[in-house]
């Protein structure tokens, strides 16, 4: 049984963690990131990309582990933040608009003949 255990809480992943910054520097196994003024090296061997290459400059969002090769940080994947997007803006009301007579009639039979196929 404690060697059931002990195998099962190994196996647990670390935890990924994700920084949002500026690319600085691109080598070929190596990039660095400015996060909060701070500069960032990670180990890009490996990596997934999503929403296209990067370049210098560009915003991205770095998914890593914890695990540490010398002085860099293992990245899992990097998303390319495209240029001039925008974050949505939530509220807290529902922009919508109350059903209109015929939308009502046609859930309505659509609920009923549902209902007659029982």
Request: charged letters at 25%; a positive charge; aromatic letters at 8%.
């Amino acid at each position: 049984m404690l060697l059931l255990l002990s195998g099962l809480f190994s196996c647990q992943k670390k935890g990924i963690k994700e920084y949002k910054g500026r690319v600085d520097a691109l080598y070929e196994k190596t990039m660095t990131m400015v996060v909060d003024g701070d500069s960032v090296v990670f180990n890009r061997v490996n990596t997934r990309y999503t929403n296209g290459p990067i370049m210098l400059g560009d915003s991205v969002i770095v998914r890593f582990t914890d695990s540490r090769s010398k002085d860099t940080i293992k990245a899992l994947m990097i998303y390319r933040i495209p240029k001039g997007y925008q974050e949505p803006q939530f509220t807290d009301t529902l922009a919508s608009h109350p059903a209109t007579k015929e939308q009502v009639e046609k859930l309505n039979q659509f609920v009923n003949e549902v209902k007659k196929g029982k």
